[in-house]
């Protein structure tokens, strides 16, 4: 199992930036990749990002793509989300997700973290 935890919500004015963090602990030694995911009120949860955990290399939602940016820093087992020019539709709770190399799906969350942007 990998344990996560989101940090770095808040509230932040149309056109501002956040940065989120999610630390990862257990057995990190078998992460394949982690994600960014977001759901708001009402809505389905939905896809926002990944890192690849050993090459580093990202995908990103086209409705992020441009304006978000996902890194890591594998010593630290950490995963940051750096979220710039933020719309109100970025409105929502925040998760971060790992999938194992043994997995198929993301089977570690952690327990999100509110971001809200006001228009």
């Known amino acids: 199992q990998v344990q996560l935890v989101e940090s770095g919500g808040g509230l932040v004015q149309a056109g501002g930036s956040l940065r989120l963090s999610c630390a990862a602990s257990?057995?990190?030694?078998?992460?394949?990749?982690m994600g960014w995911f977001r759901q708001a009120p009402g809505k389905e949860r939905e896809f926002v990002g990944r890192?690849?955990?050993?090459?580093?290399?990202?995908y990103y939602a086209d409705s992020v793509k441009g304006r978000f940016t996902i890194s890591r820093n594998n010593a630290k087992n950490t995963m940051t989300l750096q979220m710039n020019s933020l719309k109100p539709e970025d409105t929502a709770v925040y998760y971060c997700?790992?999938?194992?190399?043994?997995?198929?799906?993301?089977?570690?969350w952690g327990q999100g973290t509110q971001v809200t942007v006001s228009s």
């Open positions: 257990g057995r990190t030694f078998s992460i394949y990749t």
């Open positions: 997700a790992a999938r194992s190399t043994d997995t198929t799906d993301y089977s570690n």
């Open positions: 890192i690849r955990w050993n090459t580093g290399s990202t």
